[in-house]
């Protein structure tokens, strides 16, 4: 049986955060991760909205992991299927099951991130890798001089076209409301940036082809009117939908609470309400997800559940 203080699932910025915080701190820590660490931060082109950081987000991850490794914290490419919690007081502790063993732990921080959300149209399925994509920085460059679409307008939406812009022949957002919803000074930029068309008012109801993307059947919200708009490539970003399987599963009979959007409501100090789980990053409910702020919760999540570790023991030997 493998045992660890704090186990860490998820290996973004807000659990490789953690995995640096816990283990600096002196905890034996342990990361689940999957085979291409560094969570939504490997989309973003340039981060440059991280205090003193202005390259690219893979980079980033790559370096918040080597820090983490540096102080001691230990990977598992491992994804974990169930997650249970044995005894009670200060016996209490964490038990993941993975697919080649199970690994205790005496605190858990769960930093599994969220996924990107389907529009669930015709289509979507059908072209995925061929020419429907959720991510620019992965799959932009093979639509080079190409008609691209970006569904939402989000900061997602905004940040990627400004990207994509970069090597299509044209981009064109596509909005359902009257104006888009991603941050101010993230909006501006896309409406001043003369190689970026938007269209506001509009939702993809189909999305066509024959071997590649050729066309996205548009709907007027307002009209209801139907109109077709070429393109060779659909990005789509659409929101978040958390990754809460693990808290879901009938094993884990403690359940964290969650938002009505199935994001795990935590405290200040990160904590969930189940005592000796935390949760970090995306997948906790909030209502600002930054590349900054995931690493914010990563810390404070490591601190709270070092605290938690200490009082634990502390009632151990009383
Ligand atoms: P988001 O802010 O939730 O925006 C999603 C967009 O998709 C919204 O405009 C939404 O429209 C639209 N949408 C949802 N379902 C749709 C559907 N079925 N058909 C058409 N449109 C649909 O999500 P996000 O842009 O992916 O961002 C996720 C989080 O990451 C946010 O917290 C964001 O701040 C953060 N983020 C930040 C940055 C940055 O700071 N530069 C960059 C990327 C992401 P409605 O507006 O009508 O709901």
Not at 124 to 140: K, L, R
Not at 216 to 221: E, W
């Amino acid at each position: 049986m493998r045992k660890t203080g704090l186990l860490v699932i998820g290996a973004g910025t807000a659990g490789l955060a953690a995995a640096q915080y816990g283990a600096r701190a002196g905890l034996d820590v342990t990361v689940l991760e999957g085979p291409e660490p560094g969570g939504q931060a490997l989309n973003i082109e340039a981060l440059e909205n991280y205090p003193g950081w202005s390259g690219s987000g893979r980079d980033f991850a790559a370096a918040l992991r080597l820090q983490a490794e540096g102080f001691g914290a230990k990977f598992m490419n491992a994804s974990a299927l169930s997650l249970e919690i044995f005894g009670k007081g200060s016996g209490r502790y964490f038990s993941v099951t993975m697919e080649d063993g199970v690994l205790q732990a005496k605190a858990v921080i769960l930093a599994l991130g969220a996924e990107p959300r389907k529009l669930d149209i015709p289509g979507e399925e059908e072209f995925y890798g061929m020419g429907v994509s959720y991510c620019a920085a992965c799959d932009g460059p093979f639509f080079r001089n190409k008609k691209i679409l970006v569904i939402g307008g989000g900061d997602a939406a905004c940040d990627s076209a400004r990207a994509l812009a970069r090597i299509a022949a044209s981009v064109t957002i596509v909005h359902r409301r009257g104006e888009l919803r991603a941050q101010k000074a993230v909006a501006e930029r896309v409406l001043k940036d003369e190689r970026i068309k938007v269209m506001l008012n509009y939702a993809p109801s189909k999305i066509q082809g024959g071997g590649q993307v050729h066309s996205v059947v548009l709907i007027s919200t307002e009209t209801r009117k139907k109109i077709e708009e070429a393109a060779d490539a659909v990005f789509i970003y659409a929101g978040l939908v958390a990754r809460n399987g693990i808290v879901q599963k009938p094993e884990l009979i403690e359940k964290p609470e969650l938002d009505e959007y199935g994001f795990i409501v935590t405290g200040q100090d990160m904590s969930t309400s189940v005592s000796g789980l935390f949760c970090a990053g995306d997948l906790r409910a909030s209502a600002f997800r930054q590349v900054v702020t995931a690493a914010s919760d990563g810390a404070v999540a490591a601190h709270s559940a070092a605290a938690y570790i200490d009082q634990t023991l502390e009632n151990n030997t009383q």
